[in-house]
Structure formats: structure tokens, C-alpha cells
């Protein structure tokens, strides 16, 4: 699932739909749009973990960012 803040401002949505367990989250905003460029090899290490219950989440994103969750039980290792 990809997920993206298409306005200046930080903003939170609520993801629905997400098969329940963990979940890899990757995200990419001005705050480490920097360092991703410079070193992406530390930038794809910076991997966030969440545990679904119910089906969905809250995610903060900030302006103009976007985010990846994948399912850990699917995703590449190098991707998870």
C-alpha cells in the first residue's frame, strides 16, 4: 500500500483494509528526503514496524511525504 500528502502541511490519515500482523512502513519526506539521496543504503535500513489488529492504522505524514506498508510475511527481506 502506498499512501501520500499531497499538501505543504503535515497531515494524518487513517489506513483501512490492511490484513491483520506486521507491517513494514517506509517513509520518505522532507525530513530524510536528504539523507535517502546521499546514502541510500541507510536510507532502505530505516524501516518503522507496526502491528495491525484491527485492519487499519493511523499514519502521520509529513508535507508533501509518502509511505510504503508492505506485510512482513510477504515482503522481500530486503524490503521488510
Known sequence: VWVANLTLKE???RIEGLAPG???VRTLDVTNA???????EAYRDDI?????????????????GVARIGS???EPSHLA
Do not use: F, S, W
Open 34 to 40: 536528504t539523507r535517502a539521496m546521499l546514502d541510500p
Open 11 to 13: 497531515r494524518t490519515v
Open 72 to 74: 512482513c510475511a510477504t
Open 22 to 24: 506486521r507491517h513494514a
Open 48 to 64: 518503522a514496524y507496526m502491528d495491525i489488529k484491527q485492519g487499519a492504522t493511523v499514519l502521520a505524514l509529513g508535507a508533501y
